[in-house]
């Protein structure tokens, strides 16, 4: 998940970008070269905005999470959060998924039906940690919990595990208050890790079919063996700590 630059340059870039393909795939008529630039040029300015919108949650979201960070070290004897990773999608990837679930060509339908425009990735140290994090975000009177996916306690059949949460912010714009989605992703470090490297081989073109599918199994059961690992290494972090024994 990487960073959504901040470059005002490359905000404007993705927005004409968008627009260009949002005017073409709505507008299947023949346009003079000077009607078509007059679309685009009403266009560039409301989804410049999109773009910053969504970046404005993104701030928001890791500004609790840094401020829950520092609290819980405080109580818990320790940082329960690794490391923070954004982004927000660029237009190539909210055109294919426009395309994919047939939304409407404008901007109001492509908020209300895309839920993960916005992207917060919360690297935790034990598993215990996720829960915790994610129960004090949700008690936050200005957090709206849209929807809510444990891939832990429920993984995916490829050995996926995360914690999936659609949230809605507030963010404050110079004469509004909107509320804007943003997907928190929480994990281990050892279902990161995980995660990235099955992103490589899914994505991977020159794997013949039957690799493809030793390998899946393969990873199926490096899954497993994460699992267990992260389970170990919390009975250890609880021995330590005086909260349980070793068997």
């Known amino acids: 998940m990487p960073e959504y630059p901040q470059d005002r340059d490359e905000i404007r870039n993705q927005a004409e970008a968008m627009a260009h393909e949002l005017v073409t795939m709505s507008q299947r008529m023949n346009y003079t070269a000077d009607t078509l630039l007059d679309m685009l040029q009403e266009n560039v300015a409301p989804i410049e905005q999109f773009f910053a919108n969504y970046s404005c949650a993104i701030m928001e979201i890791e500004t609790k999470f840094k401020v829950l960070n520092e609290q819980l070290s405080l109580r818990y004897d320790g940082n329960p959060i690794e490391s923070i990773k ?102 281990t470090i050892a279902m990161d890790f995980w995660a990235s490297l099955e992103h490589k081989m899914r994505y991977k073109k020159d794997l013949s079919p039957e690799l493809l599918e030793q390998l899946s199994k393969e990873l199926v059961d490096c899954a497993n063996a994460s699992a267990a690992l992260d389970e170990r290494m919390l009975m250890v972090r609880n021995t330590i700590s005086g909260i349980g024994s070793m068997p």
């Open 86 to 187: 954004s982004r927000v999608k660029d237009y190539d990837s909210i055109i294919r998924k426009v395309i994919k679930k047939n939304i409407p060509r404008d901007l109001a339908s492509i908020e209300e039906n895309i839920n993960d425009i916005a992207g917060v990735r919360v690297i935790c140290s034990f598993i215990d940690d996720i829960y915790r994090l994610a129960d004090f975000l949700l008690k936050q009177d200005d957090v709206t919990l849209i929807c809510r996916k444990d891939y832990i306690k429920n993984p995916k059949p490829g050995g996926y595990r995360s914690l999936h949460l659609i949230v809605s912010v507030p963010i404050f714009l110079e004469n509004e208050k909107k509320d804007v989605k943003v997907e928190v992703q929480l994990r």
